[in-house]
């Protein structure tokens, strides 16, 4: 994938608006590392279209192009942006979002403030086994469709 500097700088940008801080929690940009939002995007071919569209949008988004360029958007245009892409190209919007989700929530230092323990075969991270004794009755029933 072809982006240049500028651009993963203006995605980047738009991080705190998706993941502001709260309480004990940092924003997306403190936790999450220009770098690895590189290193994503490079490597994974399945965020390709949004990225170039999410790009295409900020950049012809009228806010944009009026007030100096996408490198010089306030914090409110850009939570108005989102909420204009969320509504136009939801589908590109839920692929940004899913980027910055998994980027942040990959943190070891988010796993800690949440309390997640990420060790699969921790004892805490088990699931019981499925008792299907509880579908019985739902066996019983007589279907509710017609064989044609």
Known sequence: MSISNNEIDILYSFFDQIIPSSDDM???TEAIDK????????????????IDQ???FIK?????RVGGGASSLTEIQKGEILELMESI?????????EIVYLLYYSKSEIHEKIGWNTDELAEENKMEAF????????KKRDPFWRKA
């Open 60 to 64: 012809r988004e009228p806010t944009s």
């Open 89 to 97: 190209i939801p589908d590109y919007f839920l692929m940004f979002i």
């Open 26 to 28: 940092p924003c997306a």
């Open 131 to 138: 008792d299907d004794s509880i579908l019985n009755n739902i």
């Open 35 to 50: 770098k690895d939002f590189e290193i994503l995007i490079s490597e994974n071919s399945k965020y390709e279209l949004s």
């Open 54 to 56: 999410i790009i295409y």
